[in-house]
């Protein structure tokens, strides 16, 4: 794996807690990877903390953005056991240091890989969160965003000591065992506008739906056309667009180069309608990314047919759970995902990191400086 340029500058602590945990931070990736493989797949609940997403976002985002990795391993000295990992790192905003997770905004959910002593207690929780702010050095503020309360039936640690919502919300939904029961789960309303979207798209050509999970020259032209579809959605809305930048590029595709993504493709002919690219992990499908070709194909709700495909394709497969990712957006209830709230957890440690987050807090009539600075881009 390529070194990330700060780690050739040690920086390495180890916090003694009085108590039950003790916490240890660094910054070598390729050690804090290997603790979280031998974990086992159990251990990243959401695909956001599996080692391969881990790798690829220390290796390509974290370096492009000059951020400095802090991962910490807490452990339960009474099992002598590893309770969690936490992909984290510290950047400076404003002359601020600010310890955030592994993340920048491609990240929907954020939870600690979990270990066999993991705590599942507030108190627990809290003692183990102490013993990880020890561990951190020369640090002002700590900020953990989108927080799920549990994930894979496990409990967010971090989400037992938040006490602030997040501006976000997870989308998910148990898949039903058929087709069928999908469709008898939506409403009536729901199932005759499929039926319209489906009638317009034959309308205007009549479309097909692929699934692509292994690299190659055709998985490379679609990656293109699903920036191509986002930039131009965003920049029609006045936003600033990123993924498309190098390093994030790179990223999705090294990603689905190690067979933990898949892109939904619906076709017209030779021309791409619609994409989206879906992270598989543990019998769930997440997608992060979707977009379709504009403004002539709108009629045809391309995007929500797509999902919907996508929907149908994961049941036939066995996959047992739909994730349509972080955001507050009417289509993805239309799906029959659940909005669960995502919490947040700020602490200061410094005096300048209290200033920082009283400022933070009540910039723009509450919303926060941080939120404004590193918002999503897509």
């Known amino acids: 794996m390529a070194q990330i340029d700060v780690m050739e500058r040690p920086m390495r602590w180890t916090a003694n807690a009085a108590g039950r945990y003790v916490a240890e931070a660094s910054t070598d990736a390729d050690q804090f990877l290997q603790r979280a493989a031998a974990l086992g797949p159990s251990a990243s609940v959401t695909p956001f903390q599996s080692t391969e997403w881990l790798r690829a976002w220390l290796a390509v985002v974290g370096p492009s953005a000059a951020v400095e990795p802090l991962l910490i391993t807490v452990r339960d000295t009474l099992r002598d056991e590893i309770a969690m990992l936490l992909p984290l790192v510290v950047r400076r905003l404003c002359g601020v240091a600010l310890v955030e997770f592994a993340d920048l905004s491609v990240s929907d959910y954020n939870i600690p890989l979990l270990g066999p002593a993991a705590p599942s207690t507030p108190g627990a929780a809290a003692a183990a969160f102490e013993a990880a702010l020890a561990a951190m050095s020369e640090v002002d503020v700590v900020r953990l965003c989108n927080l799920p309360l549990t994930a894979h039936g496990r409990v967010n640690p971090l989400a037992l000591v938040a006490s602030t919502p997040s501006t976000s919300v997870r989308n998910v939904t148990t898949l039903p065992r058929t087709w069928d029961d999908y469709l008898e789960s939506r409403s009536r309303k729901f199932r005759k506008a499929l039926r319209q979207h489906h009638r317009a798209l034959d309308a205007l050509g009549g479309v097909r739906v692929r699934m692509i999970t292994s690299p190659g020259d055709e998985a490379t032209r679609l990656f293109g056309k699903l920036d191509e579809f986002q930039r131009a959605r965003i920049t029609a809305l006045g936003k600033r667009y990123v993924l498309d930048r190098p390093c994030y590029a790179k990223f999705y595709r090294e990603v689905f180069t190690c067979g933990r993504a898949m892109l939904s493709v619906m076709d017209s002919g030779d021309r791409v309608v619609a994409i989206a690219y879906s992270l598989l992990h543990r019998q769930s499908c997440t997608t992060v990314r979707l977009a379709h070709a504009g403004a002539e194909w709108n009629r045809g709700s391309p995007g929500i047919v797509l999902a919907s495909e996508l929907i149908r394709w994961l049941i036939e497969h066995g996959v ?49 400086l941080v939120q404004s600075l590193t918002a999503k881009a897509s």
């Not at 799906?335 to 947040?344: I, R, S, V, Y």
């Open 320 to 368: 047992e759970q739909f994730d349509l990712g972080a955001g507050g957006y009417d289509y993805k209830k239309h799906l029959g995902c659940e909005a669960q709230p995502l919490l947040t957890v700020e602490k200061a440690l410094t005096l300048k990191g209290r200033m920082a987050l009283s400022a933070w807090s009540t910039y723009s009539g509450g919303r926060s």
